[in-house]
């Protein structure tokens, strides 16, 4: 079965810019997604089609995805940016979602 | 302002059944895919079944296949997961989502707040 790959945990200083990868096979032939999830809530859609910011999120979320590696990158990080962050795929009729990433911000 | 509302958890003993709801609200629900995921405690994002706008295709993780069937009624603007032969690695926060289009290689732009299913006996 596909699997998508994301460090467990990045930090980063308030004001730096984050990067937070996710591998899987081909995963550029793919579009990728980005979801985040503060601590008691539900995920919510940051990226989507590898790029695209849906309505309300800030510009500062930005994503890439090419090769192997999709990116989601968070420039001037905010404390209110420390969440889990998820990537998600599809392969074939599936849905597949990387194990997430602890960002910290301090 | 979109909204799904999740209900249908709560307390089961192993090898029980639940029916879980999602009911949609200020969406033309019939025109999206519906997902479900769920959380275990502590743990990441696992996605157990999509159902296209229509209903008329489904899929599932592998590990559900066979022991959870996804469903829709847009008559209802809900969506449904009836979860049989339930196992205590079942516990967990199932959510529903709505992708942004008719359902295949869509994300998933709005979540419930989820429900709360716990398999002990």
């Known amino acids: 079965s596909y699997e998508l790959t994301q460090p467990p945990s990045v930090s980063v200083s308030p004001g730096q810019t984050a990067s937070i990868t996710c591998s899987g096979n081909r995963l550029g032939d793919k579009y990728a997604s980005w979801y985040q999830q503060q601590p008691g809530q539900s995920p919510v859609l940051v990226i989507y089609?590898?790029?695209k910011r849906p309505s309300g999120i800030p510009e500062r979320f930005s994503g890439s995805n090419s090769g192997n590696t999709a990116t989601l990158t968070i420039s001037g990080t905010q404390a209110m940016d420390e969440a889990d962050y998820y990537c998600q795929a599809w392969d074939s009729s599936t849905v597949v979602f990387g194990g997430g990433t602890k960002l910290t911000v301090l | 302002q979109v909204q799904l509302v999740e209900s249908g958890g709560g307390v089961v003993q192993p090898g029980r059944s639940l029916k879980l709801s999602c009911a949609a609200s200020e969406i033309t629900f019939g025109s999206y895919g519906m997902t479900w995921v769920r959380q275990a405690p502590g743990q990441g994002l696992e996605w157990m079944a999509v159902v296209s706008y229509d209903g008329s295709e489904k899929y599932y993780v592998d590990s559900v296949k066979g022991r959870f069937t996804v469903s829709r009624d847009n008559s209802k603007n809900t969506a449904y997961l009836q979860l049989n032969s339930l196992r205590p690695e079942d516990t967990a926060v199932y959510y529903c989502a709505k992708a942004v289009g008719s359902g295949f290689h869509d994300a998933f732009d709005i979540w419930g707040q989820g429900t709360m299913v716990t398999v002990s006996s």
């Open positions: 089609q590898d790029t």
